[in-house]
Nanobody, 128 residues
C-alpha cells in the first residue's frame, strides 16, 4: 500500500512563506509524476501545481503562478511546494498526489482523477 505524507503546513501572515514536503513509503515518488492540490472550506479540491517525472515540466494554476514553485528530489524520494507571497485566499488543506502511469501532459497532470495515490493533507492558514 502506497502511503504519502505531507508536512510543513502551518499558520502564517499574508506575505509570508511556507515550504510543503511530500514523502512516501518506498521509492514511488522518485518514479512518479507529483501533483499538489488544495481544498478550502466549502469548496471543491483544486489543482495547484504538478511536475512530470519523465520530462521535468512543471504546471501551475493561474492563481499561484509566480508565487509557488514545485520541485522534487528523487534521491530523497520527496516532493516540495515552495509557497511565497501567501494570501488569505491560499488558506486550504494541501494534499500531494502521485501518478505512476507514464503519460504526463498538462491536461493529465492538472486533473485530480489522474492520480493514483494521495496523502492526507496538511493545513495551511494565511491571516491578513
Amino acid at each position: 500500500q502506497v502511503r504519502l505524507v505531507e508536512s510543513g503546513g502551518g499558520s502564517v501572515q499574508a506575505g509570508g512563506s511556507l515550504r510543503l514536503s511530500c514523502t512516501s513509503s518506498g521509492d514511488i515518488l522518485s518514479r512518479s509524476h507529483i501533483g499538489w492540490f488544495r481544498q478550502a472550506p466549502g469548496r471543491e479540491r483544486e489543482f495547484v501545481a504538478a511536475i512530470s517525472w519523465t520530462t521535468g515540466n512543471t504546471y501551475y494554476a493561474d492563481s499561484v503562478k509566480g508565487r509557488f514553485t514545485i520541485s522534487r528530489d528523487n534521491a530523497k524520494n520527496t516532493g516540495y511546494l515552495q509557497m511565497n507571497s501567501l494570501k488569505p485566499a491560499d488558506t486550504a488543506i494541501y494534499s500531494c498526489a502521485a501518478r505512476d502511469s507514464y503519460d504526463s501532459t498538462r491536461s493529465i497532470l492538472t486533473t485530480l482523477g489522474s492520480y493514483e495515490h494521495w496523502g492526507q493533507g496538511t493545513q495551511v492558514t494565511v491571516s491578513s
